[in-house]
């Protein structure tokens, strides 16, 4: 198993449709995130889950809403998305999450918006 | 707001050539960190470096944090085809326990075999 497992690895939806992105760390690290990278900018830190409590949300819009169940899995649900929201969507995980530090990242999920 | 300058955006070398890119910021970093992005896959750790001055290895991988906490480089030796991919540098700024990553736009390196 790999140490971050994103899936689906792609994902093409319309504007209306309401989907789910899932990510699994099998590093036993406490903190996981969610990171948007775009073409052309930076990446983007969305959310950080850390003891499956979240402490980041960087004034994401509500259109993504993220769940942490366990230190395990973390998933971003996805609804009435616009076509700008298009890009490739990033899980991490590190040991712990005071903030951003050196994450493991996973294979990152390719979302399309039409 | 901080930004980070990576250069160059891109480069197109031959194999054997030795590379060189580097971050630099008008911001002070506690720690620098090296990823390299292959098509298709997520960023993937190279190297990290915690102290001002210090310069570390991870094979043909050389990559130093600068003295002035405000720039750091990697250096690849003698690339091989399997170097190709877009590479970034991410400063960690703190504040008391929280931490943020500031991130480069990349360095694509193609090398020609």
């Known amino acids: 198993e790999t140490g971050v497992t994103q899936t689906p690895r792609h994902l093409v939806m319309g504007m209306t449709n309401k989907k789910s992105l899932k990510c699994e760390q099998h590093?036993?690290?406490?903190?996981m995130y969610w990171y948007k990278q775009s073409a052309k900018k930076p990446l983007e830190l969305m959310f950080v889950y850390n003891f499956k409590e979240q402490t980041e949300n960087n004034s994401v819009p509500s259109r993504f809403s993220p769940e942490c169940p366990n230190s395990s899995h973390l998933f971003l649900h996805l609804h009435t998305l616009q076509p700008e929201d298009s890009a490739l969507y990033l899980c991490?995980?590190?040991?712990?999450?005071?903030?951003?530090?050196?994450?493991?990242f996973g294979q990152g999920t390719r979302l399309t918006v039409v | 707001g901080q930004q980070l300058n990576q250069s160059p955006q891109s480069m197109f070398i031959q194999e054997g050539e030795d590379v060189s890119m580097n971050c630099t910021s008008s911001s002070i970093f506690n720690t620098w960190l090296w990823y390299k992005q292959d098509p298709g896959e997520g960023p993937v750790l190279l190297i990290a470096?915690?102290?001002a001055g210090e310069l570390t290895s991870n094979g043909r991988l050389t990559a130093q944090f600068g003295i002035t906490r405000k720039d750091s480089f990697l250096n690849i030796s003698a690339s091989i085809p399997s170097d190709v991919g877009i590479y970034f540098c991410?400063?960690?700024?703190?504040?008391?326990?929280?931490?943020?990553?500031?991130w480069g736009l990349g360095t694509s390196l193609a090398v020609n075999p």
């Open positions: 991490a995980s590190s040991r712990n999450g005071e903030g951003e530090t050196e994450a493991f």
């Open positions: 590093l036993g690290h406490n903190a």
């Open positions: 991410a400063g960690q700024l703190r504040a008391g326990n929280n931490r943020k990553l500031i």
């Open positions: 470096l915690y102290k």
